[in-house]
């Protein structure tokens, strides 16, 4: 980071356009923006996540690491053409997926977004980066994004649901299975 920010407000935003990592001006809500600001909502998701009671300090770690990823992956977005997420950061999630995946029965049910408060934030977390991964992938349509980045944000929405499986079953907990609701007899 060449610059360091010594007065936060700037008032450069007020006309509905902010700065790119290049210095280009553009509209705040530009497809460029929206991912990287999905981007940055998930980063925060996942830092409450790790803020929550219950989530341990190996997934604590784990999470830790996928924010600093984040940061990453958002000042990619903020330099069209720049590509700092790699294959071996999109490995190293499916390693620490299947590690997890592992510790976990079969799915057999769907299941309800809950259990305890990690739980219940990590799958907050693995929602806002299903949204962050359409957002990228509503912007590659248009402009240059990192294929690799995709394929990240694909593969971390996966970690996040298997670790709030294993979250939702510490300290004896349990997931909470969907029951469809039954059609009324006829």
């Not at 341990?56 to 784990?62: Q, T, V, Y």
């Not at 977390?125 to 990192?146: F, G, K, P, Q």
Request: aromatic share 4%; with cysteine.
């Amino acid at each position: 980071m060449g610059k360091r920010l010594t007065k936060i407000y700037t008032r450069t935003g007020d006309d509905g356009n902010t700065g790119l990592g290049t210095g280009e001006r553009v509209p705040k809500d530009s497809l460029r923006m929206v991912a990287i600001g999905t981007v940055d909502e998930l980063n925060s998701a996942i830092g409450m996540t790790i803020a929550t009671t219950g989530t341990g300090a190996d997934i604590a770690a784990c999470l830790g690491i996928i924010q600093h990823e984040l940061f990453d992956l958002g000042g990619e977005l903020s330099v069209p053409g720049r590509a700092v997420i790699d294959d071996a950061a999109v490995t190293q999630l499916e390693t620490t997926l299947d590690r997890f995946n592992a510790e976990l029965p079969p799915l057999r049910d769907f299941i309800l977004p809950g259990g305890n408060a990690a739980a219940a934030a990590c799958h907050v977390a693995r929602s806002l980066c299903r949204r962050a991964e359409r957002r990228a992938w509503a912007l590659a349509r248009t402009e240059a994004v990192n294929p690799i980045s995709l394929r990240y944000l694909n593969r971390l929405s996966d970690l996040l649901f298997v670790l709030a499986r294993v979250l939702a079953r510490q300290d004896g907990g349990s997931e909470v299975l969907w029951h469809p609701r039954r059609a009324p007899s006829a």
